[in-house]
């Protein structure tokens, strides 16, 4: 186990209170005092701190494409992957059980403690500090997402998803032309929340690309 002086460099915060980030790194497989409450609570500083940050450094993206962008990024996978930046794995305070079944390398393990951390960091500075602690770790993150805009329905029904919303029905309204010069128009809409945009182009997936485009302009203007 290395000084934990070391991961407050890597991290980019020096804990007042040492026990705090301890309990932090504590799996309860080793302890009855372990980083399940402090995990909670970072969940929902890292979630609040991703929305704050892209909020205020992108103030020309639609709501769509912020919650795109914050899915992306709050998630499982990019939490254990900073914990593997981080190096954690020669933090992590684990049972002698979980240590045998690998559990340094599971990446829920890796990614509780990445928000056990956050935790720990709201508790003893508040938000603000939080938030700067979350633009460190996620900005590359972020800024690869930024480059990679997905279509617009893959964005649209993420946007839904994220909200648990019906999922849109795309319905052909009509087919005009021969056979190498057709026009399709295609309806996307998602009755429940009065949401409506019709696409016409040269081929029936681009018409359902601008009618899911003109959906997700609806979504980011109420």
Known sequence: ??????????????????????????????????????????????????????????????????????????????????AIDLNLSNYIYLGMGELKSGGLKKPSILADAVEGILGAIYLESGLEISTKIVGLWLKDKILDNLKSKKDNKSELQEYLQSRKLPTPQYILLKAEGCAHEQTFTVECKIPSQNLFGVGNASTKKEAEQIAANLVLEQISKK
């Open 1 to 82: 186990m290395r000084k934990l002086s070391e991961l407050e460099t890597k991290i980019g915060y020096c804990f007042k209170q040492k026990a705090l980030l301890k309990t932090a790194l504590t799996h309860r497989s080793y302890s009855n005092n372990h980083n399940e409450r402090l995990e909670f609570l970072g969940d929902a500083v890292l979630e609040l701190s991703v929305s704050s940050l892209l909020y205020i450094n992108y103030p020309n993206l639609p709501e769509g494409e912020l919650s795109r962008i914050r899915s992306n990024v709050v998630c499982k996978e990019v939490l254990a992957q900073i």
